[in-house]
DNA sequence: GTATAATCATTGACTAATCAAGTATATGTC
DNA sequence: GACATATACTTGATTAGTCAATGATTATAC
């Protein structure tokens, strides 16, 4: 009885450091915005287009549809992102980074890459890449 | 510029891991409680005399000071836990595991185990020694 | 021994999400 | 081409936490 075995403390494991990580770059303040939406602005980045589907962010930033609407209004109220229908699918919304989005994005970077590399110590750099590697096979790639 | 390191690559995975790892274990409404619920039932369990300070079950669980309060409460309403004065420290309140919250927290454990081993496949048991290894080294140890 | 600082826990106000249900549109089947 | 099913998104109600402030007690310094 009380037999955990050692997935499910992996798994305990993975849930105490992200609320300590999280917490530490809400309490950052970075820029106005969370680390949620310092994610989403990320993928935007990345996209072609700087332009995504809702449907698609919250799926690469592991939240549910219904997140994604809620975690993007606030941002679309102070004008990070936009918003563009897709002519073909009337169903489907595109969130667009805009200028500003783009601009805090490149400030906020510096600073969430510091705190980064702060609380994930670049003195073991192979164990870097294994736990890299582990989480990517876990979340699907977030690249 | 948009220049995002490893270390900052890898805490974007873990946010995505957690997310969608914790949402599977809340939707399996384990005998009422959610993951965060069971972590602190497993610490209890663990600890001497199934009982601790509220601060150190926080810390254990990574929440903070009042997420505790605020976690425990449901916990003490339905009489999984109760709570008990510390005759040298009057600050201190003690949370003790009761029967029925052993009890409960041995039958979940088994489910909880079952999604954990689901979740990361056995197969490969080096990485997962290692993955271990690494968030141990993030966030302090669990056991 | 008194003043100051630190620790433990709780509370009010808030935020970031969840789920379940609903709306609107698109797609596949017959 | 109508009907059933699937997809994209939003909304109402709720939950699980956060922070900042407060109360109560204990420890420290002088």
Redesign the interface.
Same mark, same amino acid.
């Given at each position: 009885?009380?037999?955990?075995?050692?997935?499910?403390?992996?798994?305990?494991? /993975?849930?105490?450091?992200?609320?300590?990580?999280?917490?530490r770059?809400d309490r950052l303040n970075m820029h106005g915005i969370g680390?949620?939406d310092f994610?989403i602005l990320?993928f935007l980045?990345?996209s072609a287009g700087q332009s995504m589907r809702r449907i698609d962010l919250a799926e690469?930033?592991?939240?549910?549809a219904s997140g994604i609407t809620r975690t993007l209004l606030p941002l679309e109220k102070i004008g990070l992102v936009g918003r563009e229908t897709n002519g073909r699918d009337a169903r489907v919304s595109y969130v667009i980074l805009t200028e500003a989005g783009k601009q805090l994005?490149?400030n906020a970077?510096g600073t969430?890459?510091a705190l980064? $590399?702060e609380?994930?110590s670049?003195e073991n750099a192979a164990?870097?890449?294994? /736990?890299?590697?582990?989480? $990517?096979q876990?979340?699907?790639n977030?690249?």
């Open positions: 009885m009380s037999a955990i075995n050692e997935s499910l403390t992996i798994l305990m494991n /993975l849930a105490k450091v992200q609320s300590i990580v999280s917490r770059f680390f949620t994610m990320y980045n990345q690469k930033a592991g939240i549910t994005f490149n970077s969430a890459n980064a $590399t609380i994930i670049a164990n870097n890449g294994m /736990l890299f590697e582990l989480l $990517t876990l979340g699907g977030i690249n």
